[in-house]
């Protein structure tokens, strides 16, 4: 399964008076297009509303941001957001988990053993549209993050995931997959899977950088994008092969 929780920008009606926030200013922290990235796996859940509204990869004590430096430093709303807009925002929170958890214990009665692929995206010209990009020393095209799961136990797994897509060559060259060097996977998503499945469920952090569009005004490079959606797809039956192996 592949999961794109952040790829959603809708907004409820009532929170669009509270936004001190632009659009623009929100579509830069989402992670536009990776439900088009994950969209030819088999299962899929993609999240439409933006993280703005509700954050399903955070903790329910921090899924709605209140205070800048939980959302780099933005100032998110004009005035403080009434208690009845963040406790409906909250449930979204608690029923995305409720539905997520039955789900994945469907599966995991029908098959024994799963794993998800948990897509996002990340800036890398942080400083503005003409300032030099991230060193890539410290951002590689593909981040793995792993650390709330049992390495050992899924290692085959990762490991087999990670040299599929780096013999991959995206706009002339070979994708740069590396682990736990931009992000490390602690979001709650993976947390609550490991946590609730930690014998039959790996969930994987998938992070790419924002190679594919350009993260001030939104525009994707179609070209790219479509290798990398290709790249992913080819990864379903691989991944159902390393996880046969270790049964």
């Known amino acids: 399964m592949a999961t794109a929780i952040h790829d959603g920008h809708i907004v409820r009606p009532d929170l669009v008076e509270h936004y001190a926030l632009s659009p623009e200013g929100r579509l830069r922290e989402e992670d536009p297009y990776t439900g088009f990235i994950i969209s030819d796996i088999t299962n899929q859940v993609i999240f439409h509303r933006s993280r703005f509204e509700i954050d399903l990869n955070r903790s329910r004590d921090g899924a709605v941001y209140v205070r800048p430096e939980q959302a780099?430093?933005?100032?998110?709303?004009?005035t403080p957001l009434p208690p009845e807009c963040e406790e409906t925002s909250l449930a979204i929170h608690d029923d995305y988990y409720e539905a997520l958890g039955a789900l994945l214990q469907g599966i995991e009665r029908r098959h024994s053993r799963f794993v998800v692929l948990d897509a996002h995206?990340?800036?890398?010209?942080?400083?503005?549209p003409d300032d030099p990009p991230t060193d890539p020393s410290e951002a590689p095209d593909i981040n793995i993050g792993t650390s709330s799961m049992d390495r050992s136990?899924?290692?085959?797994?990762?490991?087999g995931l990670m040299e599929h897509f780096s013999g991959y060559e995206i706009g002339g060259r070979t994708v740069d997959v590396r682990e736990n060097i931009a992000f490390q996977g602690k979001?709650?998503?993976t947390r609550f899977i490991h946590e609730f499945?930690?014998?039959?469920?790996c969930a994987i952090a998938v992070e790419f950088k924002k190679i594919f569009m350009d993260e001030w005004?939104?525009?994707?490079?179609?070209?790219?994008?479509?290798?990398?959606?290709?790249?992913v797809a080819s990864a379903e039956p691989v991944l159902e092969r390393l996880l046969g192996r270790g049964q």
Do not use: C
Not at 72 to 78: C, E, H, I, N, P
Not at 197 to 201: D, L, R, W
């Open 72 to 78: 780099w430093g933005l100032k998110v709303w004009s």
């Open 121 to 128: 995206s990340y800036n890398h010209r942080r400083g503005g």
């Open 153 to 159: 136990r899924w290692a085959h797994v990762i490991d």
């Open 187 to 189: 979001g709650e998503q």
């Open 197 to 201: 499945f930690p014998e039959t469920g």
């Open 217 to 231: 005004t939104g525009v994707p490079e179609i070209d790219v994008l479509n290798q990398i959606r290709s790249m």
